[in-house]
């Protein structure tokens, strides 16, 4: 990583600002910082450019922060806790006011600038508006995460791990020279719980191979072969015991008709059968699954004949974006044999799990009842 | 989630000998624990499938008369199975219904007895392993406390912990005065009072029951309950439906034209443990069946509550919900 020359850092500092709002493009990760320089309580301006060496989080607050609203404080206090939390160093005091937080480890210091909108200059050189946004810059002056648009803060946690991902020798660098200057050499951030989710935000990066090392390959240590019967067939994976049924179909199996929505057994996006029973395959391991009878939206279907709930969610509408569809249809299937009454009512009671963020919901009522009606006519048989 | 053993007890005795290894945890439903292994909550090394063990000993999972008039619920029963069973609709509503006004169709369909009344609180703070919790970190501190604290608890607090107990079927047990079937290392089942099963925080809310290392939940048993037929569990949420409870009911009452021979009152969604409130009992029993008896109740159940900047609701609601429920109990 070849660092800039005074004269060139000097040049980002004086250049103008950008005479427009949020049309301008972003900065987004793989960009360099642009400097600025803002003046903390304590009366002293200080500059980005002076805090090279150390990662550093950028947060602008937008124009519709209120100090006095307690969520706003909440999500900045978290966000500082986190940093010190997560990333693995010991928080052991928090200095400063005013826009500027100096964050101390027992190792490393950190700054965290928090802007707010009257920094509008600083703002527009970032290319973002009124939004709250969010950047964390690495040592050497490269934005290396952003969030920007949301209507509050970024997730404290999120922040914490692309900061750790920046800062932290989790990966194992091809040699000695090609690794980026690292503020923290903890060799004891390496933490496997971790260590997915620090792929994941370097995943934006990771064609910037001249500035980010290569992670190291995660080893499935305790990979089993596993064997899993759905839609009728026996399927052998090789998989570790904290993969979910979930991920086993669709990472695994290749079968991406089940969807991952909140994967917290929230909203039914991942609705599976199991031994004929609507279950939720994110809330459990592929492991637990062994010699139960699996049955997917793409084992729904005979040949090219739809099953009857999903020619009736086309029939009435049951869908906009289609993302809930596939669990909504495999719980509105295995609804039919549940003891739930006949009403419109009992059908919204018996699909709660479901949430369909486009509201469909009147949609896959009419499916739903089509079905059943359907059934009953026939002398009530079985639908699948 | 860190990497974990995985091990497949076959049956009692050597998922009892599995469980009792330190960082063990048992798995049957894994609606709540796998959650928290995905956050981090929960971090056990090694995971005793216990879902084989209904074969057997099919008694594990089923739902078996007591002698005298009572019902055996095996830990592993699952709680559609147990929510729609007959016997339950007719003779102990309130257990019916609070399973049914509980999660989704899908968890219903996952979730076991045994795990449910097991369950951990929803508080955000505990969920979140970047804020301070005694619960999850003991000696941390509580984020909730001078936090956003809508959901969290009125009645069982201490200084320590004020996360709200969030389960319903155990209020409709600790109301009816169920009996929990305990088995540990030694292999002997020991009888625990379900108002015993669960403790306060107190200054130590990391622990929440009285089960020790390795013990298992083998069966909970309804007593023979004149008042349980008539009964109603009556939960009051932001939405309809799958949500947890802002405040709940649980109330049985044994009518003898209009005055109250005995009654039973259990509240959720505001305390920190299942909630069972003798104090409104005793301002039910030998009063007639009229609003102002029951408002008197009301008020006696929650005269002890402490609310915190954003839950003062909840004191109101509860009452209010147990006004309701007592009114349509004894209709």
Known sequence: ?384 | MIDFEYVRASDVDAALHAGAAPSTRFVAGGTNLIDLMKLNVERPTHLVDINDLGRRDPSLAAIAELPGGGLRLGALARMRDVAWDARLRERYPVVSQSLLLAASGQLRNMATIGGNVLQRTRCPYFRDTATPCNKREPGSGCSAIAGINRTEAVLGTSEHCIATYPGDLAVALIALGATVRVRGASGADRAVPFASLHVLPGAHPERETILRPGEMITAIDLPALAAARRSLYLKVRDRASYAFALASAAVAIDLRGRTIRDARVGLGGVATKPWRSAEAERALIGKPATEQTFRAAAEAALAGARPHRDNAFKVVLAKRTLVRALTEVSA
């Open chain 1, 1 to 384: 990583m070849p660092s800039k020359s005074p004269e060139a850092m000097r040049s980002l500092i004086d250049r103008e600002p950008p005479a427009c709002h949020s049309s301008c493009r972003a900065i987004e990760p793989g960009d360099d910082a642009p400097d600025f320089t803002v003046t903390s309580a304590d009366g002293i301006p200080r500059r980005l450019g002076d805090f090279r060496g150390s990662p550093v989080v950028l947060a602008f607050h937008g124009a519709y922060w209120d100090p006095a609203r307690a969520e706003y404080v909440e999500t900045y206090n978290r966000l500082v806790a986190s940093l010190g939390g997560v990333a693995g160093a010991r928080l052991l005091e928090i200095g400063g006011a005013g826009p500027w937080r100096d964050l101390t480890f027992d190792d490393a210091a950190l700054s965290l600038p928090v802007l707010s909108a009257a920094d509008a200059d600083v703002a527009r050189r970032y290319g973002i508006g009124d939004e709250p946004a969010v950047f964390v810059i690495d040592a050497e002056g490269v934005v290396r995460w952003s969030q920007v648009g949301a209507m509050s803060l970024a997730n404290p946690v999120a922040i914490a791990r692309a900061i750790s991902a920046v800062a932290a020798p989790f990966v194992d660098a091809p040699n000695d020279e090609a690794a980026p200057r690292l503020a923290w050499t903890r060799r004891d951030f390496v933490a496997t719980t971790l260590a997915a989710a620090f792929a994941l935000a370097l995943r934006p990066v990771e064609a910037r191979a001249d500035q980010v090392a290569v992670l190291a390959p995660r080893p499935a240590l305790r990979a089993q072969r596993v064997t899993l019967s759905v839609n009728g067939r026996e399927l052998a994976l090789d998989l570790e015991p904290r993969v979910t049924l979930l991920d086993a179909l669709r990472e695994y199996a290749g079968l991406t008709g089940t969807k991952k929505g909140c994967d917290h057994g929230q909203c039914g996006a991942c609705t599976v059968h199991i031994d004929g029973r609507r279950e939720l395959s994110c809330m459990t391991f592929a492991v637990m699954q062994e010699g139960h009878r699996i049955t997917t939206i793409e084992g729904l279907a005979s040949g090219d004949r739809l099953h009857p709930m999903q020619q009736a969610f086309i029939t009435h509408d049951g869908f906009q974006c289609g993302y809930c569809t596939s669990g909504q249809i495999m719980s509105a299937v295995a609804v039919l044999d549940e003891s739930w009454g006949p009403g419109d009512d009992d059908v919204r009671e018996a699909m709660s799990g479901n949430i369909c963020r486009c509201g469909a919901y009147p949609g896959i009522v009419a499916a739903v009842q089509e079905v059943r009606r359907a059934q009953a006519s026939n002398g009530g048989g079985q639908t699948r």
